[in-house]
């Protein structure tokens, strides 16, 4: 019997015996942005990206299941509507030197981010590790799209060479609305190194909160015609 059990583990895929958990499930978000009642589907979040980006006339919901390392930053397309949920977990860019477009995640369309485990902001998750070079922000870079905070974090990224603005969010043409969740712990050089909207972009906040982020100019910054 020994040797028969033996045999039947050596027949299982590796990805089996390593039993890797889910990075993100997904599905359909309900009416009022709840969660969905059921999930289509659970793995990594380059799946979840391309069924949130490949949805038609619904709203993605994305939950986070475990930490993620990206070696890219995931991109929310233009005109799709999804909500991020990071569930205490966080997406981390991982970067320890500066690269060309070093942000952890661009936003085109419409996202929303919230934390549902827990109403302590501390213990939510967060969006970190980005390490830009080329101005186009260290951790959210918006390009066009619309981007709610509601809860999590954004902290620990920096944009410090070129124009090196929006260490946390850069708000390049779009717009941002805070409602919840911390923009703390992020650098940029020169200008805004919580937020930076250089031109084309306006930002709503209403709520959260925006400290020890460090720049030349500030932690917010607004340009002349933002």
């Known amino acids: 019997a020994f040797l028969v059990a033996c045999m039947a583990l050596a027949l299982l895929p590796a990805?089996?015996?390593a039993d890797t958990p889910a990075q993100a499930q997904w599905g359909v978000a309900g009416s009022n942005g709840s969660a969905?009642?059921?999930?289509?589907?659970?793995?990594?979040?380059?799946?979840?990206?391309?069924?949130?980006?490949?949805?038609?006339?619904?709203?993605?919901?994305?939950?986070?299941?475990?930490?993620?390392?990206?070696?890219?930053?995931?991109?929310?397309?233009?005109?799709?509507?999804?909500?991020l949920d990071l569930n205490s977990w966080k997406i981390d860019r991982g970067l320890t030197g500066i690269v060309t477009d070093g942000h952890v995640i661009v936003v085109r369309g419409t996202l929303t981010l919230?934390?549902?485990?827990?109403?302590?902001?501390?213990s939510q998750g967060s969006i970190t590790g980005g390490y830009n070079s080329n101005g186009t922000g260290g951790g959210v870079y918006i390009l066009g799209g619309n981007f709610t905070m509601q809860g999590g974090n954004i902290t620990g990224n920096k944009n410090t060479s070129g124009f090196a603005g929006g260490g946390g969010v850069l708000v390049s043409s779009g717009s941002f609305a805070m409602q919840g969740g911390s923009i703390a712990g992020n650098e940029a050089k020169n200008w805004g190194g919580g937020i930076c909207v250089p031109a084309a972009g306006s930002v709503t906040i209403t709520g959260g909160s925006i400290t020890g982020n460090k720049s030349v100019n500030g932690g917010i910054y607004f340009g002349a015609s933002s």
Request: no cysteine; hydrophobic share 35%.
């Open 114 to 122: 919230k934390d549902g485990s827990t109403e302590d902001v501390a």
């Open 36 to 83: 969905p009642t059921e999930w289509v589907n659970s793995g990594t979040l380059a799946d979840a990206m391309t069924y949130a980006n490949g949805a038609v006339g619904d709203t993605a919901y994305i939950q986070l299941q475990s930490d993620v390392t990206t070696t890219g930053p995931p991109e929310f397309a233009s005109g799709k509507t999804t909500i």
């Open 15 to 17: 990805a089996a015996l």
